[in-house]
């Protein structure tokens, strides 16, 4: 386990995310792509905080940033999802084609 | 611990974690795919616990385990053929997708390999989570202060958002009948 193998496979997870988030039609398909993206962040900042910094606590810090970019990402994204659906039914990305009703 | 041990860990988790990434999005069923996102964020937060932020990697687990059945919630209340009884095949621009995919993974991990990154490992492994709490309580008390508004903000929010009543009247007035057919447009 080096610095760059972890480095790897934080690339992957992001690769992943950057399809499913690009490719997916259901919202919430489309989130579990921008949640794999940030996990692969996550997964390199932790490293880099373990591997390259010396252990400084401001890199777990910033990794408790990251974890709460996740929580306000994902509770948006249902709200968001809720208020669409209730107003134009919409469950996939192809049924908002207009912004307004 | 020794290496090895440390290594074959590694590797399966990692195994994991890409693995049931992929899953995600090849999966008929919406609420299996939740759940594959919850195995591939657990083989993260294992991976972090061999780094040695133990904390972060537990915390990780914990918080996915009850976002992932929040969302399989929000699958089976919202979305067609949560169940996966039926092949489901939800894509567009397919190939776009995939090619910018492998673009972002080549493009990263060749920036981590060609990177030179600094070997400056954790002075005083075990002691990862005392000093995280020291720096939550200490120097960084205001940024873990900040955190704590925003989801305060996020909660607010999210209600505002979604709540079926606000101060304009009912949030789902002038709404549209769904439609019959998946590509149909909703009657007004």
Known sequence: ?101 | MSDLPVSLAFAAFSAVAVVAGIRVFRTDSMVRAAFYLLASFAAVGAIMVLLGAEFLGMVLILMMAGEMLVMAIVMVMYMMNPAGLNPMVMVHQHRTAIAAGAVAFLALAGVGLAGGVPQRPVTNPGAATGDLGRELLGNSMLVFQTAGVTLLGTMVGAIAIAAPRGRFGDADADSQEPALQPDEEPEA
């Open chain 1, 1 to 101: 386990m080096t610095t760059e193998t972890v480095i790897v496979v934080g690339a992957a997870l992001f690769g992943i995310g950057v399809y499913g988030a690009l490719s997916q039609q259901s919202f919430v398909m489309l989130m579990m792509g921008i949640e794999l993206m940030i996990n692969g962040a996550l997964l390199v900042l932790v490293a880099m905080w373990s591997r390259a910094a010396g252990g400084s606590p401001d890199g777990q810090m910033l990794a408790v940033v990251f974890m709460t970019v996740m929580a306000v990402e994902m509770s948006l994204g249902f709200a968001l999802i809720t208020s669409a659906y209730r107003v134009k039914r919409a469950d996939i990305t192809e049924k908002l084609r207009k912004l307004k009703g």
